[in-house]
């Protein structure tokens, strides 16, 4: 099981920005790609942007030239949120697809990211 780390989020206001950061540390397995996943109250889970290990990036249209997803490493992404709007309070997951075959997938914990108006 890959355990995922987060970092950043918090209390921001409108139209400012805030960056997260996810790793996993001691990792041992093979990434397939990376990403960022938000939920808010009464919402479902939905996308943010995802990162694969070559580098290939994708987004939600609502956060498309607002958002950049980034990766240091294999093992480290950032999430750099810009003109953040209230519809961007949400919990905001880290996940992993990995493994050979078979792809495993893993969440992080959540951090809240909330947007005062």
């Known amino acids: 099981q890959v355990q995922l780390v987060e970092s950043g989020g918090g209390l921001v206001q409108h139209g400012g920005s805030l960056r997260l950061s996810c790793a996993i540390p001691?990792?041992?397995?093979?990434?397939?790609?990376m990403g960022w996943h938000r939920q808010a109250t009464g919402n479902e889970r939905e996308v943010v942007a995802t990162?694969?290990?070559?580098?290939?990036t994708k987004y939600a249209d609502s956060v498309k030239g607002r958002f950049t997803i980034s990766r240091d490493n294999e093992e480290w992404i950032t999430l750099q949120m810009n003109n953040l709007e209230s519809e961007g309070s949400a919990v905001y997951y880290c996940?992993?697809?990995?493994?050979?075959?078979?792809?495993?997938?893993?969440w992080g914990q959540g951090t809240q990211v909330t947007v005062s108006s």
């Open positions: 996940n992993t697809r990995y493994g050979a075959g078979c792809l495993l997938s893993s």
């Open positions: 001691g990792n041992r397995f093979s990434i397939k790609d």
């Open positions: 990162i694969t290990r070559d580098g290939a």
